[in-house]
Antibody, heavy 119, light 107 residues
Framework: EVQLVESGGTLVQPGGSLTLSCVAS????????MTWVRQAPGKGLEWVAS????????FYVDSVKGRFTISRDNTEDTMFLHMDRLRAEDTAVYYC????????????WGQGTLVTVSS | EIVMTQSPATLSVSPGERATLSCRAS??????LAWYQQKPGQAPRLLIY???TRATGVPAIFSGSGSGTEFTLTITTLQSEDFALYYC?????????FGQGTKVEIK
């Protein structure tokens, strides 16, 4: 069974930093693209960043470029999202997803972790 | 960025009836279009990918169609568990973008 478990979400002050983790199990992690999607309270879904299977291709939404870094450790079956210079508008539940193989869609989702940026 | 527009924003349907949801892309996305269902307090769930392929375990009451800029998700014979929020998502070009969602509610 595929499992994706996010952690690291917490309350952080504006301008602060935070790293989210997503631990994967039930599949061969190093063969899948992975993605982070976020959802602000009461709002819709927003794609944040994606990383290819071996970690050398990364893509970001413009609003986080230069502030967020997606990475992965295929030896630990874990993906990360390091977030710097956090803003109030980054407040959201952050979900980790596994792509559908050979498709540009998100097949499996974690339960999400809440990041709150507030003073 | 490709803008995804879903209509209607809210769809009121009686149980047992059919629901038709639309998603329009601001430019062609080929067939790189997915549909997700989200219930309150839960993570989204993939229903349809590549415009018309049902994800594993998704019942046949869900079907997707379309290509280019116009897409449709059809839910035949709505059951109580199908009342939820539905999002479309394009994966043709970065940044990937989602529609704003269609809420399917009980009439």
């Amino acid at each position: 069974e595929v499992q994706l478990v996010e952690s690291g979400g917490t309350l952080v002050q504006p301008g602060g930093s935070l790293t989210l983790s997503c631990v994967a199990s039930g599949f061969t992690f190093g063969t899948y693209w992975m993605t982070w999607v976020r959802q602000a309270p009461g709002k819709g879904l927003e794609w944040v960043a994606s990383i290819n299977d071996d970690g050398d291709e990364k893509f970001y939404v413009d609003s986080v470029k230069g502030r967020f870094t997606i990475s992965r450790d295929n030896t630990e079956d874990t993906m990360f999202l390091h977030m710097d210079r956090l803003r109030a508008e980054d407040t959201a539940v952050y979900y980790c997803e596994r792509h559908v193989m050979r498709s540009r869609s998100l097949g499996d989702w974690g339960q999400g972790t809440l990041v709150t940026v507030s003073s | 960025e490709i803008v995804m527009t879903q209509s209607p924003a809210t769809l009121s349907v009686s149980p047992g009836e059919r629901a038709t949801l639309s998603c329009r892309a601001s430019q062609s996305v080929g067939r790189n279009l997915a549909w997700y269902q989200q219930k309150p307090g839960q993570a989204p769930r993939l229903l349809i990918y590549d415009a018309s392929t049902r994800a594993t375990g998704v019942p046949a009451i869900f079907s997707g169609s379309g290509s280019g800029t116009e897409f449709t998700l059809t839910i035949t014979t709505l059951q109580s568990e199908d009342f939820a929020l539905y999002y479309c998502q394009q994966g043709d070009r970065w940044p990937w973008t989602f529609g704003q969602g269609t809420k399917v509610e009980i009439k």
